[in-house]
DNA sequence: GTAACCAGTATCCGATGGATACCTTCGGTC
DNA sequence: GACCGAAGGTATCCATCGGATACTGGTTAC
């Protein structure tokens, strides 16, 4: 069953490819409240430059985990929102999210220590 | 709370940078059933290169997810094997192995219409 | 003497990510 | 009527990284 995910030609390690990328992780967090505009994003998401928020929206667009939705407004608004299938997706990130909380200590520790010695 | 990963320097943000990093994913699902020898992990890990599972392996040693025994023998055996922090990432990780398996025909499909329309 | 075994390095190259600057359209301002 | 700002991106350039391929080193078996 998961011995799928080992073969790159297999669509689940394809699928694994395209959710295991950090920006779409928090591009799902980021909508999980409902429909956020392009700027709102690229606020709450530390770091993201905006060609790169433009290529991870597209790729989850392309994939069916979100919608664009391009108001015809001066200034122009474009809203993006999670499909159910990309609401499905927050179940198994919060799982990794949550992980990287309660262990966040642990792994910088052993980061340190192995710097260290 | 998990607001702070949307913060480039949050130590959880660089905690998910690595648990999201595909490979790693990968690697933490090849060592599962215990101790996995260096080329017994590259070749279960289809299109990986030597290089770059040496670099996964390392960087997942430092962060104290694994750990690299290596035998004083010839020719040299090296093994690879989870810590128990390791061990707790399976969860987590299985949650989205398992969506990506459940999910990839819709996101396959999304992505044909894609191409297509 | 030479071939194989294992666990990697070494080297090179193209793709990707990231930083910065710029574009467009319109409405409001002076 | 020139100018500015808003939103949602592109355009351009450069550094870094991932990936492909080739090679190393110590030992033992042939």
Sequence with gaps: MDGDAFNPECPTRLVLDRIGDKWSVLVVLSLRKGPRRFTELRDMIGGVTPKVLTQTLRAMAADGLLTRHVFAEVPPRVEYELTPLGQSLQAPIRAITDWAEQHVNEV??????????
Excluded: K, Q, V, W
């Design 108 to 117: 910088m520790a052993a980061r340190e220590s192995a710097l260290t010695g």
